[in-house]
């Protein structure tokens, strides 16, 4: 994509930026002053302890909570967006939009859960540059 305007589109290493921002999303970052500077993610599996066999006897037929797996939620959540962040702070970005999360249950078995946070990077606008870009693509090599 070039931008017929003449504004830099550009990460701050002079690379094309990554986004999975739809048009109309990349649109809106745009009017609200905005550029993608970079796909940024995060992951966590994280082993859930097993309870020992009496606590689990005692909760045969009982429906409560179980502490071990919330605390683990928890923090696999936790270092999922932690290192999402770091990511983004890597290339100076400013916040990150369009978050997504995914929990799921890791193939390694039931007491290992995965989180997986994706994003995309991004920074503030010169005022110059927000005024409306009209983009093209450029299939020019």
């Known amino acids: 994509m070039s931008a017929e305007d003449g504004g830099n589109w550009k990460t701050p290493a002079g690379k094309p930026f990554t986004s999975d921002l739809s048009g109309q999303d990349f649109w809106t970052l745009l009017q609200a002053g905005h550029a993608p500077l970079g796909l940024v993610m ?11 066999m009496f606590k689990a006897m005692g909760n045969i037929g009982q429906n409560k909570e179980m502490p071990n797996f919330t ?3 928890y923090e696999a959540r936790e270092l999922a967006m932690e290192r999402m962040q770091d990511e983004a702070k890597k290339v100076g970005a400013e916040g990150i939009v369009g978050v997504q999360i995914q929990e799921k249950s890791h193939i390694w078995g039931s007491h290992t859960i995965e989180f997986f946070a994706m994003g ?22």
């Open 71 to 73: 605390q683990a939620l």
């Open 42 to 52: 995060g992951t966590c599996v994280f082993h859930v302890a097993h309870q020992g």
């Open 120 to 141: 995309t990077a991004v920074r503030k606008l010169p005022d110059r540059e927000i005024a409306t870009p009209r983009m093209v693509l450029s299939l020019d090599r």
